[in-house]
């Protein structure tokens, strides 16, 4: 009889020839002839570049316009300082960073140095009050009417 531990060795020398682990490939009986030829190799094409971001400034708004003896005026609010400024075609604010380029009065659309394009902003439909010069009376407040001298209250409900 065979030692334990020869055997053990036997099928762990074994091993590696059965699953072709050492460049022996074993072909399988139960496949047809000429079906495990290796794969092509898998075409890899490269991804488009992304298009250029549009630049923004979520801090802009375009809140108004009006034409004057043929010159274009432009509301722009900058919401991080809250402050609005009205500015021509071809003038910049803020330091340079804020020049108007084009206008479209179709779209309602401001191009701004460096692509910026700010579309009109739509109102809100709110009401804003006007102070006003006048002082408005307080409404005087309508004091209950006294009970009838003889009237009688009715006394509150008792508890058993």
Same mark, same amino acid.
């Given at each position: 009889?065979?030692?334990? #531990? ?125 102070? #006003? ?28």
């Amino acid at each position: 009889m065979m030692n334990l #531990s020869v055997r053990i060795s036997l099928v762990i020398c074994q091993i590696p020839f059965c699953l072709g682990l050492f460049g022996q490939t074993a072909s399988n009986p139960f496949l047809r002839p000429g079906s495990n030829k290796p794969s092509p190799p898998a075409v890899v094409r490269q991804a488009p570049p992304p298009p250029a971001p549009i630049p923004r400034n979520p801090n802009l708004e375009f809140r108004g316009y009006f034409k004057y003896e043929n010159e274009w005026n432009f509301a722009i609010y900058d919401k991080s300082k809250s402050q609005g400024v009205w500015l021509k075609k071809g003038e910049s604010s803020d330091d340079g960073n804020i020049q108007i380029i084009d206008f479209n009065p179709q779209l309602h659309e401001v191009h701004l140095k460096g692509g910026l394009k700010l579309v009109l902003k739509d109102s809100e439909n709110k009401v804003l009050s006007v102070p #006003s010069g006048q002082a408005i009376p307080k409404k005087q407040k309508n004091s209950p009417v006294p009970p009838p001298l003889n009237a009688r209250s009715i006394p509150p409900p008792r508890l058993r």
